[in-house]
């Protein structure tokens, strides 16, 4: 059984919330610890068509994400995301899928605003 969350937005953000709204049960790779999964529910199209408004994701909790991954991170402690995360010298960028949405980048002492939560593992949509 894998919580399953209303915290995350494909767009402008939704205030992350710490209170599971269900249990779902969940197919994980073998010998994966439940405890380090969560699934989220996705408002918004910023991710779309990879990601669309009203899918499902399930997320690996991790601190840290590689270059280019899709991963739900929380900005200022308060908004929660998920967008592909790039890197670079001083800087991280929340990119969207969806070209209508432009990237966020934070430089130097502002990539400390950004805090990765997890990578996304799967995505479900719903018809």
Known sequence: QIPVYNSVSAGLGRLADSTPDDFVPTFLPYGADPEKYIRVNVSGDSMSPLIDNGSQILVRLQPSVDN??????????????????????????????????????FENSEVSRVSVIGAVKEVTKFL
Not at 83 to 102: A, D, I, Q, R, T
Request: no cysteine; charged share 25%; hydrophobic share 40%.
């Open 68 to 105: 280019g991954s899709i991963a739900v991170v929380i900005v200022d402690g308060e908004d929660a995301f998920v967008k592909k995360l790039n890197y670079g010298n001083g800087w991280v960028e929340l990119e969207s899928v969806n070209p209508y949405y432009p990237a966020k980048r």
